[in-house]
């Protein structure tokens, strides 16, 4: 209760105005505010207050104490991808979102939401972040969501297609593998990045068999009898 209760008192400070980024630094080195902190943020309604105030988020994301609680918690961060422009926020923030990609919870909540991919794919910074994280780009490639947003993405989908982390994770994992093996786009960005060699591989892990004389057939495409596009 008296963790709650402190909690509490933090985000009302925060939402007063009361504390910035410094003070709320200061304030956190006492242990007991800062495991309360850490409670606060598993609180919906107390970090959608947080999150919804600019001067309060701001404060969270310049502490560095603060803002790893934030984003260790999926409470906290969907309240942060269902408010986009706190996304845009963390975003703006080196260390947010060094902090955002190098997170599980935060990413597993980002990749799931449409909107909440855009806002990254649309930043060059956000998308080099991601591509360079192997926690991030994990919870990209298992999201279908996520995957469609980089694919359709100008941007994003050479900078995956560059990134030796990225492959990695994207190459084995089937539902990343699915949604690039399903777009003429992404297959046409493979090749103009000399990737040949996996095109094939990509589409018989999606379940694609081999007739003889047809090479590789996969619905809708013609596909050559030596197995490439």
Do not use: F
Not at 20 to 41: I, P, R, V
Not at 97 to 122: I, K, N, P
């Amino acid at each position: 209760m008296a963790g709650s209760v402190k909690g509490l008192y933090l985000c009302s400070l925060l939402l007063g105005g009361r504390l910035d980024g410094a003070a709320l630094e200061q304030t956190l080195l006492d242990k007991s505010l800062l495991a309360a902190w850490w409670l606060a943020c598993s609180s919906r309604r107390s970090l959608a207050a947080v999150v919804s105030n600019q001067a309060a988020l701001a404060a969270v994301l310049s502490s560095p104490s603060a803002l790893p609680a934030m984003v260790a918690s999926s409470v906290a961060m969907r309240e942060v991808v269902t408010r986009h422009a706190a996304l845009v926020a963390m975003i703006a923030s080196p260390a947010a979102l060094a902090a955002l990609v190098a997170s599980q919870a935060a990413m597993r909540e980002v990749a799931a939401d449409q909107t909440a991919m855009e806002v990254m794919t649309a930043s060059p910074a956000a998308v080099a972040a991601l591509v360079a994280s192997q926690v991030a780009m994990r919870e990209v490639a298992a999201s279908r969501v996520a995957m469609g947003v980089m694919v359709a993405s100008r941007d994003a989908l050479p900078a995956m297609l560059a990134s030796a982390t990225a492959k990695m994770v994207v190459y084995g994992n089937d539902v990343a593998i699915d949604v690039i093996a399903a777009s003429d786009d992404a297959l046409a960005a493979c090749r103009s990045a000399g990737l040949r060699q996996a095109i094939p591989c990509w589409l018989r892990r999606t379940r694609q068999v081999h007739l003889p004389g047809r090479g590789l057939v996969c619905p809708g495409r013609s596909i050559s009898s030596s197995g490439y596009l």
